[in-house]
């Protein structure tokens, strides 16, 4: 599909009423600020607040100004997903609504995708308002998952980026039901290049990503891109078979030298530790096969690809 637009900027809103009007004054202003044709999608994720109005009012007053109102609140990856769908621009602008991330980037961005980007994402250099605990958890978080998972995923970047709509195409050709929208890009591959930035304080409101959707987050983030976790039991159990095996050694050594050794104690303690260790590797076992299961359930593309060149179009 030609995209319609040159430029399409994406905002999930979720209880953003008191921030709104700012958010459409200073995004409006960097969008005309290229010079383009372009679209303001506002995502209301089933606000319990005045959201939904506000939105309205806007897109009744401002053509480039496309409301999506969601069934119930879906969560942030989700109605992000909504806008990435129906959005209809070249470049497509991924924000939130808290004005955390200044859309005055959306120049530099753009100059990025001029020489040569696919997705030009935002890596934070410092970000304000925001507790060591949140900091810190969101640190070890990107740790833990990039250990655990197949590709690498930057730090300290959030769903902040523009992206080409070849890019986007290729994310939209992912089914998966559990979203990690900022992994599923690393994903993709293409020319990915990351924008450094300070991230601000929310404009109004408080943040809707309290431990318990945080934790969700990380959640889908590791089941989403590692099956590792299912082969802990393999390990778990070679580990203690190994163990067993220097201990059956040991102590056939120590019964042999004439060391006291309570009778029947030695074979039934040896059976319990063979039998449990068996027992991790078959489960760890069945974990690889399920993890496969889940990999083939997710449907995804088996490979994108950048561009092909030297193939005659002459019959
Ligand atoms: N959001 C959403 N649905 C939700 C939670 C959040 O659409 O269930 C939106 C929210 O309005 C904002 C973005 O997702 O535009 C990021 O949320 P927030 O700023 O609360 O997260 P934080 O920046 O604290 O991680
Ligand atoms: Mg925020």
Request: overall charge positive.
């Amino acid at each position: 599909m030609p995209a319609a637009f040159f430029l399409s900027a994406v905002v999930p809103c979720y209880n953003e009423a008191s921030g709104l009007p700012e958010l459409y004054r200073r995004l409006k202003a960097a969008c005309a600020g290229v010079g383009q044709p372009y679209e303001i999608i506002l995502i209301n994720d089933g606000s319990k607040d005045a959201t939904w109005a506000k939105i309205q009012e806007l897109s009744a007053n401002d053509d480039t100004v496309v409301g999506i109102n969601l069934s119930r609140n879906h969560g942030h990856q989700l109605a992000l997903s909504a806008g990435l769908s129906l959005c209809r621009g070249e470049f497509i602008l991924i924000i939130d609504a808290d004005l955390q991330d200044p859309p005055e980037l959306l120049g530099d961005m753009l100059k990025k995708m001029e020489e040569g980007a696919d997705v030009v994402y935002g890596q934070r250099i410092s970000r304000k308002g925001e507790t060591w605990f949140k900091k810190a958890t969101a640190a070890a978080f990107y740790r833990l998952l990039n250990y655990l998972s197949d590709i690498d995923i930057p730090r300290d970047t959030g769903d902040f980026r523009l992206m080409r709509r070849n890019a986007l195409e290729a994310l939209l050709s992912m089914p998966e039901q559990s979203r990690f929208i900022r992994g599923m890009v690393t994903w993709l591959g293409f020319r990915q290049v990351p924008l450094p930035y300070h991230r601000d304080e929310r404009f109004a409101g408080e943040t809707h990503y309290p431990f318990r959707k945080m934790l969700k987050l990380a959640i889908d983030a590791v089941t989403s891109f590692s099956i590792r976790p299912l082969r802990m039991a393999t390990y778990f159990g070679l580990i203690m078979g190994t163990l067993t095996v220097l201990y059956a050694v040991y102590l056939f050594i120590s019964w042999a030298l004439g060391g006291y050794v309570v009778a029947g104690w030695l074979s039934l303690m040896l059976v319990v530790l063979f039998v449990g260790s068996a027992q991790f590797v078959l489960m760890g076992v069945l974990g690889e096969y399920l993890g496969r299961i889940y990999i083939e359930s997710k449907r995804r593309p088996l490979f994108l690809i950048q561009e092909v060149i030297g193939r005659s179009t002459a019959k």
